[in-house]
């Protein structure tokens, strides 16, 4: 059975521009999770995304958005990027209780 | 203070050696999780936890519901388990139960 999967690997943006990242569930996942881990930081939680709709936002500015599409994957959108964005990205699907972590996107701001 | 606290913080083993790291939390869960984060890498899902134990090859993981505390045991330790280790927990919110609440983790290098 194939993991939940993240594209691209690694990013690498310019201050000011946006970033796009993207993940795939798990099959039979309807849950979709995204968190951040900054350098020098733990891991945030960000944002759930359950049958299309988001439930549940971390503290993080409205420049961090997403969506859930119909197939359940899901796109993280991170807009005006600033240096403090770097970070790597993860990504997690499952169901009430659970949770499987994709490889993660390390996102480089410039 | 921390709602999921570890430790220790940082650890260092010699070859063979078992190794015990801790995690403590304040709040209702619904489950608890130990994660791997090799340097540089993405995180892997070690061991979900509701209740008892679990083992997989050298690792065994502990939970005690009533005391709130879970411990993630490394036995025959080896170079390769150099990583970091991290709890989180499933903490009930309402209703939800998906919010994940992750510890600062652990730091363990192994020594040959």
């Known amino acids: 059975e194939a993991g939940v999967t993240q594209s691209p690997t690694h990013l690498i943006k310019t201050r000011g521009q946006q970033a796009t990242l993207r993940c795939s569930p798990i099959?039979?996942?309807?849950?979709v999770y995204w968190y951040q881990q900054a350098l020098g930081l733990g891991l945030q939680f960000l944002l759930w995304?359950?049958?299309?709709?988001?439930?549940n936002r971390g503290n993080f500015p409205p420049r961090f958005s997403g969506r859930q599409f119909p197939n359940y994957s899901s796109e993280l959108n991170v807009n005006a990027l600033e240096l403090e964005d770097s970070a790597l990205y993860l990504c997690?699907?499952?169901?009430?209780?659970?949770?499987?972590f994709g490889p993660g996107t390390r996102l480089t701001v410039t | 203070k921390n709602e999921v606290e570890q430790s220790p913080q940082n650890l260092t083993a010699q070859e063979g050696e078992f190794i015990t790291i801790n995690c403590s939390y304040s709040?209702?869960?619904?489950?608890l999780h130990w994660l791997q984060q090799h340097p540089g890498g993405g995180i892997v899902s070690l061991f979900m936890?509701?209740?008892g134990k679990k083992k997989h090859g050298r690792l065994i993981a502990t939970i005690n519901i009533q005391e709130k505390h879970s411990s993630l045991h490394i036995t025959a330790s080896h170079p390769r388990d150099s990583a970091v280790y991290i709890c989180?927990?499933?903490?009930?919110?309402?209703?939800?139960?998906?919010?994940?609440?992750f510890g600062t983790g652990t730091l363990l290098a192994v020594q040959p």
């Open positions: 997690a699907s499952g169901g009430p209780g659970e949770q499987y």
């Open positions: 099959s039979g996942h309807t849950s």
């Open positions: 995304y359950d049958e299309g709709e988001e439930r």
């Open positions: 709040v209702g869960i619904s489950a």
């Open positions: 936890l509701s209740s």
């Open positions: 989180a927990v499933n903490r009930r919110v309402g209703g939800a139960t998906n919010k994940l609440i």
